[in-house]
């Protein structure tokens, strides 16, 4: 089965500090992967999507990922946090029983001022 | 308008009662989806509507029953639900159903079964 793995639970950084969270996906085929956010209290909202091309992917609010099919992993990074990323993020790609979205477990963001 | 727009946002019931969660989008997305979502876990697929058809019922217990009355509104009908069930209920949709589409999501329904 297609499956999207995310394997930091909890990433806690200092303001200005840079961002990697990581994110493997294991199926073939046509590959479609994508980076959620949801603030505390708040919807999910998309960062950026990869579905073909350039494989460097950039997104809203400073957010980049980069697919490298090598590694099957699609990361998500950003050069410098501020204490508004404090969140949780939610890699994601097409799985389950007919290709719908389907989401890794979560990383939660914690910035400290 | 970009928006799925999800009613109520906040929502208690006892576990006798029946209540039902809206959802609206005007962006003409054929497909619209129903995910739960529990405290510190990641959404998870629940139905999937793909033009006006249940396509997928990821094995869903029959007190949760959905319903799309036109390509723009989903219900969920909520029935003698347990307190497990409490979660924060996400609609999205998307132009096409499977591999391709991005999701929209909605802000979501807070649900408490006490």
């Known amino acids: 089965a297609q499956s999207v793995s995310q394997h930091n639970h909890h990433v806690i950084l200092s303001e200005a500090a840079s961002l990697e969270l990581g994110c493997n996906y294991s199926?073939?085929?046509?590959?479609?992967l994508f980076w959620y956010v949801q603030y505390p209290g708040q919807h999910l909202q998309l960062l950026l999507k990869?579905?073909?091309?350039?494989?460097l992917v950039k997104g809203i609010k400073g957010f980049e990922a980069e697919f490298i099919k090598s590694k099957f992993s699609f990361n998500l990074r950003k050069p410098s946090v501020q204490w508004s990323d404090t969140a949780e993020y939610f890699c994601?790609?097409?799985?389950?029983?007919?290709?719908?979205?389907?989401f890794g477990k979560g990383t939660k963001l914690s910035v400290k001022p | 308008d970009t928006e799925v727009t999800q009613t109520p946002k906040h929502l208690v019931m006892g576990m006798t009662n029946k209540k039902s969660l809206k959802c609206e989008q005007h962006?003409?997305?054929?497909?619209m989806y129903w995910y739960k979502q529990k405290a510190k876990k990641p959404p998870e697929l629940m139905f999937v509507?793909?033009?006006?058809?249940?396509?997928i019922n990821e094995s869903v217990p029959s007190r949760f029953s959905p319903e799309c009355p036109n390509s723009s509104l989903l219900n969920l009908h909520l029935h003698a639900l347990q307190p497990e069930d409490s979660a924060l209920y996400l609609c999205?949709?998307?132009?096409?159903?499977?591999?391709?589409?991005?999701?929209?999501f909605g802000s979501g329904t807070r649900l408490t079964v006490v």
């Open positions: 999205a949709s998307s132009q096409g159903s499977g591999v391709g589409y991005g999701y929209t």
């Open positions: 199926y073939g085929g046509t590959v479609n």
């Open positions: 990869y579905f073909s091309g350039d494989p």
């Open positions: 994601g790609g097409y799985g389950g029983s007919q290709g719908n979205l389907i």
């Open positions: 962006m003409g997305h054929r497909a």
């Open positions: 509507y793909s033009y006006e058809k249940l396509s």
